[in-house]
């Protein structure tokens, strides 16, 4: 636990703004980086090193089944048939698993994010910096300002308005006013595949030879790993 003095010297930005804070909870094991990233290596490693094959830009089609199994995925491209199916899919498997019956209690849930390029690193947050009461996370990713904030539910759509990051800024404006160049900044917005619970749906599906691992919310490449080691003691029956 962090008094406003410690939280301070721990995140020099803030002491432009003294009051906003009367203090904070710090994690040393707490770590940020770029899952964009992480995605680009590890399935390149993959396909090296495991003999995995990718098909990307290809969409699923029809989930063909037969007493109670699945017997092949039909896309875009071609037909895939395995022993083992897992539905990994984030906000879209719902609508994918309604295909075979099951009814997965999964919601789109629209996020927000601003990238500014830094300009003054030795104002920017050494790790992430949450906001709990405004729902605010920021984080420092190489040269970028990540602020992330808000949850909203439109469905699937996927559109944004220079609004929708109204309060986003002006929380980065409050608390880094000089670590970044918001005129520069880029913006995003995106699907969190949100269960009720919170909580992520892995492991066998009422499908016998279909596996679940989905639903992670806004926590997914924060539990990726975890998730994926999980899945495979499940399809192994370890």
């Known amino acids: 636990m962090l008094d406003p ?23 040393p094991a707490c770590m940020t980086g770029d899952s964009r990233k992480f995605c680009a290596a590890l399935s390149k490693w993959s396909a090296q090193a495991q003999t995995c094959t990718f098909a990307w830009n290809t969409r699923v089609e029809e ?10 995925i039909l896309t875009s491209k071609d037909a895939f048939t395995a022993d083992a199916y897992v539905l990994c899919a984030g906000p879209y498997s719902a609508k994918l698993a309604r295909q075979v019956g099951l ?9 927000f994010s601003v990238s500014a390029p830094i300009t003054n690193h030795a104002l920017v947050p050494k790790s992430g910096f949450d906001d709990v009461e405004k ?7 190489g040269d970028r300002l990540r602020i992330a904030s808000s949850a909203v539910f439109a469905g699937y759509n996927l559109g944004y308005k220079p ?26 917005a995106g699907l969190r595949p949100m269960t009720p ?30 998730s ?11």
């Open 5 to 27: 003095e410690a939280l301070i010297n721990l995140n020099p930005a803030l002491r432009s703004h003294p009051k906003t804070y009367v203090g904070g909870v710090y994690s």
């Open 63 to 72: 989930i063909e089944t037969k007493d109670g199994k699945i017997t092949s």
């Open 103 to 111: 009814n997965l209690p999964i919601y789109p849930i629209k996020g």
């Open 135 to 141: 729902l605010v996370a920021i984080s420092t990713l």
């Open 163 to 188: 609004g929708d990051f109204k309060s986003i800024l002006k929380l980065a404006h409050e608390i880094y006013p000089e670590a970044a160049d918001y005129d520069k900044a880029e913006y995003w």
């Open 197 to 226: 619970s919170s909580a992520p749906i892995i492991g066998p599906s009422a499908v016998e030879n279909l596996y679940l691992n989905t639903g992670h919310g806004h926590l997914g490449w924060t539990l990726a790993c975890g």
């Open 228 to 238: 994926g080691h999980m899945l495979a003691e499940a399809v192994l029956g370890t």
